[in-house]
C-alpha cells in the first residue's frame, strides 16, 4: 500500500530529487532572509530585521525571544498573554513607518 504525499518525493528519480532539494534551499533564502533590513526600535532599542514586501504588508524577523527583548511584549508576557497579542509593538511600528518615511526601508513597486 503506498503512503499519501502531499507532494512527490522523487525516490525513483535522484537527479530531479537533487533539483527540486536545491530549488527549496534558493526559496527559503528568498523568503526567509532577502530584503531584510536590520532595524532598531527607537524605543528599547531591541534589534530586528524588517521587509516591506507593499504597504500593507510588513514581516519582521526577531533576533531573539522578543519578550526578552521588547519591554511591550515581557509586559504583555507578565499579564498572561502569549505571542501575537498584540502582533506587534506599537513603539516598533512606530519606527518602521519611521524607516519607511526616511527611506531605510523600501516599499517595492
Request: glycine share 6%; aromatic share 6%.
Amino acid at each position: 500500500m503506498a503512503a499519501w504525499a502531499k507532494a512527490p518525493d522523487f525516490a525513483d528519480q535522484p537527479a530531479r530529487r537533487a533539483e527540486v532539494r536545491a530549488q527549496t534551499v534558493i526559496d527559503k533564502q528568498r523568503y526567509l532572509e532577502d530584503g531584510l533590513t536590520a532595524l532598531r526600535c527607537q524605543a528599547c532599542r531591541s534589534e530586528v530585521l524588517v521587509r516591506k514586501s507593499s504597504s500593507h504588508q510588513t514581516s519582521v524577523q526577531w533576533l531573539g525571544d522578543p519578550a526578552g527583548l521588547c519591554p511591550v511584549f515581557a509586559e504583555l508576557r507578565a499579564n498572561g498573554l502569549g505571542p501575537g497579542r498584540p502582533d506587534s509593538c506599537p513603539n516598533l511600528e512606530r519606527t518602521i513607518q519611521w524607516a519607511v518615511d526616511e527611506g531605510v526601508l523600501e516599499i517595492p513597486e
